[in-house]
């Protein structure tokens, strides 16, 4: 193979076929995506599919609200049915500190047009039966979040962007990106050389690599985390939302007849390793016991492990390199990519086409751990 393209987007998660999409539908021609596995075979495909607005930082609210809204007329602008449900997402608190974090969240999401709002852990059960108010303050919720299934968001854009004239390529490793002096000419490929003059890189966990071959620090990290499975229960209420307790990092919801469940592991070190393992299931069984001693009861029947791309303030990366032209890069989600796909889609779209996105994500620049600006989120999965 020896082509060209306008734009060489790399990665074939929901971020890079949200970006191929994007572009090909705004009419830039020669949009060619490369994917060394099968798509959404990285990080998209182990995600459990959640969808929100309900973040501390304002950037991740615009981002969250804006793909809400892309989310619900997706089948409609693409065919497809991703089961989408907009069950909402229940914040658990059971500490005076994370009350009032979630109170101004809640008032800073409010002002930007979310309808989250507080309430009392009586509410809180009556939304989600299944847990227990013991040590409960309050709780954050929002009717507009919920989940649907990571694959079918990146087939349907895929499907979408081809139709628009993308090419897409699977299969196919990037081996090493060409520069003449501080200009991409070239991005080479385990099935040859592609010329362009700009790429993308939305490679996920494994972007730091990426990164390098054109001398860009793109300071990201993979993380194991794991998730379970469990066999089908009595019937939840039809609203039954993405449960979290905050202070455990516990998570579920319904997946088909039973619950996907998961949570954080503090004794996990960063690494590619996505094999599981049973040496967080203490851990879990323990917030399980305290917060929802239900689930308890409940044979596990499945799960997997997937990565997270980790940055160090838990922050996306979005932005274009300034030592280097063209290498535009949307990365390090820290669990947050799949939700954020949608917007970031047209974000990096407008970056490449030189508009003003809708957003302002200079402040998720790459360049903010240098000038040590870092941008923390707190409302993290």
Request: aromatic share 6%; net charge negative.
């Amino acid at each position: 193979m020896n082509t060209q393209a306008a734009v060489v987007v790399i990665g074939g998660g929901v971020i890079g076929t949200s970006i191929a999409y994007h572009l090909a539908r705004a009419g830039v021609r020669d949009v060619v995506l490369v994917e060394r596995d099968e798509l959404a075979a990285g990080s998209t495909s182990r995600a459990a599919g959640g969808v929100r607005a309900q973040f501390s930082d304002e950037l991740n609210i615009q981002l969250g609200a804006r793909s809400l809204e892309a989310f619900g007329r997706f089948e409609q602008e693409t065919g497809h049915d991703i089961g989408l449900h907009r069950v909402g997402y229940l914040f658990l608190l059971s500490t005076p500190e994370d009350v009032a974090s979630f109170e101004a969240g809640v008032r800073l999401q409010n002002s930007l047009g979310v309808p989250s709002r507080m309430i009392d852990p009586a509410a809180a059960r009556r939304l989600s039966p299944l847990i227990t108010t013991d040590g409960l303050l309050a709780a954050a919720h929002s009717p507009d979040d919920g989940h649907c299934t990571p694959e079918a968001v990146v087939h349907g854009y895929a499907a979408a962007a081809r139709a628009h004239g993308a090419r897409i390529l699977r299969h196919t490793e990037v081996t090493g990106v060409e520069l003449r002096g501080d200009h991409i000419t070239a991005v080479t490929t385990t099935l040859g050389r592609i010329a362009t003059g700009t790429v993308v890189c939305a490679a996920g966990a494994w972007s730091r690599a990426v990164g390098a071959m054109v001398g860009v620090d793109l300071p990201v990290q993979p993380l194991r985390r794991q998730i379970a499975v469990t066999e089908p229960l009595a019937a939840l209420p039809p609203a039954f939302p993405m449960t979290i307790d905050f202070s455990t990092s516990l998570y579920f919801h319904a997946e088909g007849p039973g619950l996907l469940v998961g949570m954080s592991d503090p004794d996990e070190r960063p690494g590619f390793a996505t094999d599981t393992h049973d040496r967080w299931i203490p851990r879990l069984y323990a917030a399980m016991e305290r917060r929802a001693p239900a689930l308890l009861d409940l044979r596990r029947t499945g799960g997997w492990a997937g990565l997270y791309e980790v940055t160090p303030d838990h922050n996306a990366l979005i932005g274009e390199a300034s030592t280097v032209s063209r290498f535009l890069y949307a990365t390090g989600f820290s669990g947050h990519g799949f939700l954020q796909g949608p917007a970031v889609g047209e974000v990096v779209r407008d970056l490449c086409l030189g508009r003003v996105p809708f957003v302002d994500v200079s402040p998720l620049s790459a360049g903010r751990f240098a000038a040590d600006a870092p941008r923390p989120e707190v409302n993290r999965v």
